[in-house]
């Protein structure tokens, strides 16, 4: 299958924790059948295990003395995402990979699968995914509900909180990988330690603009051993996803809650105005103009705080009126909106049966749809020119 594409290392990752039954029968068969298959590259094996107690790491040796692109690398046992971290870094720094693969020993993921991952990357891509989840790809039909819903949801998951619908099996334990990317990845800083390191790594790997392939694999139901993954592993997933989820959108978040309890201001300063005896009209000014300060300060305090050396260049007191404007400019945008909808839409509306203000019903979707982003791209690009900050 010699095809003249560039000669990789690709050293196949096994993770084993008592797999002495598996290991025996998936050596030979990667060794026999599959690396044959696969002549256009030099391919290894290192297994790291977690000095398994049956005696997984005895077979492996066995193993070494006949076939010399098998490595063996032995440590405690501090869960899955260790074992990675451990045989990633080896296969980087003592190994000389240009690609790894994860893969299971227990046969839930079939070596066959393999060329067909390595002919994606040779095709192109940089981070190649067994995918269970496109056309061609299955879970176990053996899987009980309970485990087809969580995997069926913490994909669903994954993709909504990082709006990413072009991966479609973001849990897969089959990968193949450029360590070009790989060496990227901070694999010294990882929230877990378990099978949620997966979904850190893909984050990261996402983030790097990756070329990213999903082929589609039948995931098998194990026949030999036991599954190491615990209820309190899946949710780990859940966290690290929602983690990264909110640290990518953290600027996002934080003009939220800015815009938010700016809104709770204003109606408290009308109220208490009001109560002071002044005209309601004047009210209403002073409780606008105290929201437009809190979201200018607290914005500047907190959501754009890193754009400090940039704000040294400017005179806050310039920024504030120019703030003071894109409030202004916001608030003609709700009226604009309102007398257009009065306009033609009439001065009431029925909404699932109940009469509304047509201003009530349409100012909740424009500052959903329209205010919020439009306030938050003139905030980045004009008030705080977040665009200028050097990475
Ligand atoms: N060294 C080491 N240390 N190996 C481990 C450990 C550990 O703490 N935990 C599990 N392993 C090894 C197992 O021996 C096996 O070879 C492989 O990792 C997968 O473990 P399983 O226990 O069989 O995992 P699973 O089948 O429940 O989960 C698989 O499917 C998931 C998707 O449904 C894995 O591929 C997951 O990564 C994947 O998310
Ligand atoms: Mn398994």
Known sequence: MDNGKFCMKIVIIIPTYNEKSNIEKMIPVLEKDIFPKISNH???????????????????????KKWLNIHLLSGKKNGLGA??????????????????MEFDSDFQHNPQDIPRLVKAMDEGADYVIGSRYINGGSIPKEWGADRKFLSVFGNLFTRVVWLNFKIHDMTSGFKLTKTIFLKKVDLDHMLAQNFAYKMQIIHDIIKLKAKIQEVPIVFYERTQGKSKISLQDQFKSFYVVTRLGIYDRKRFLQFLIVGGTGFVLQFITVYVVIIFGIKQFIAAMIGGEIAILWNFFANNMWTFKDTRSLQQQG???????????VSLASIGVQGLVVYLAVKFLGEKLKFFGLIVHTSIAILFPTIILLVIPMNYVIYNRFIWKTHQLKK
């Open 315 to 325: 005179r806050i007191w310039q920024r504030l009126v120019k703030f003071n404007f």
């Open 42 to 64: 030099s391919m290894a094996i290192l297994i790291v295990d977690d000095n398994s107690p049956d005696g997984t790491a005895e077979v492996v040796k066995e193993y070494m």
């Open 83 to 100: 074992a990675y971290v451990r045989g990633m870094k080896f296969a980087m720094d003592k190994m000389d990979a240009d690609a790894v």
